[in-house]
């Protein structure tokens, strides 16, 4: 019976690891290759479709999968897109901002199935965002004015991630995928 349980507890622990690198994967791909360049934005910035993968993800599976998704996806992009000194600001920010959305959509049983709430996860996680980022371009750049002009952008890529992920993930959450 033990071999057993460490089996079942094994293969748990397995697919979990293969589901956390499959949506790294995925959030790094979104962002690395469907993005736009701001010329805008004083410190550069940029507007990407990984935060709608995150969100489907964060959605679709909770905010344990999402915050590993969105963290280390968008991390590793950060590291390999010439964002480097991002890297660990995006690691906390995004990390949170889909910790923050998955706690909002799955409180109360709500299993990331009531819009109205996905879509309060989604806007709470993208004013963290917002601020994460805000303070996070202060504290690079030591100017409290310049991170203003990345503000829109930001604004805009949370609008994007809603608009496409939220009816992708509630389209997807009707076809009870289970993991």
């Known amino acids: 019976m033990n071999h057993c349980s460490k089996s079942v507890q094994g293969n748990s622990k ?14 790094f791909i979104a962002t690395m290759f469907i993005n736009i ?10 507007i990407h479709l ?12 909770g905010r344990k999968y999402g915050t590993i998704a969105a963290s280390f996806g968008m ?7 010439g964002w480097v000194q991002w890297a660990p600001f995006t ?11 998955g706690t909002i959509a799955y409180a109360c049983g709500r299993e990331g199935n009531d819009v109205l709430w996905n879509i309060l996860g989604i806007v709470v996680g993208g004013i963290w965002m917002i601020v994460g980022y805000y303070v996070a371009e202060v504290i690079l750049f030591g ?9 829109p952008g930001m604004a805009i890529q949370i609008f994007a991630a809603m608009l496409f ?7 997807l959450k009707k076809t009870k995928i289970h993991i």
């Open 165 to 171: 992920g939220l009816p992708i993930a509630t389209a």
């Open 143 to 151: 100017n409290w004015v310049a991170p203003i002009t990345s503000i």
């Open 14 to 27: 397995t697919k979990e690891i293969v589901l956390s690198g499959l949506f790294i994967g995925m959030v």
């Open 37 to 46: 360049r701001l010329p805008i934005a004083i410190n550069g910035g940029l």
């Open 75 to 81: 991390c590793f992009f950060d590291l390999l897109g």
């Open 91 to 101: 690691f906390l920010i995004k990390g949170s901002m889909a910790y923050l959305m």
């Open 50 to 61: 990984g935060s709608a993968m995150v969100v489907i993800i964060t959605l679709l599976f």
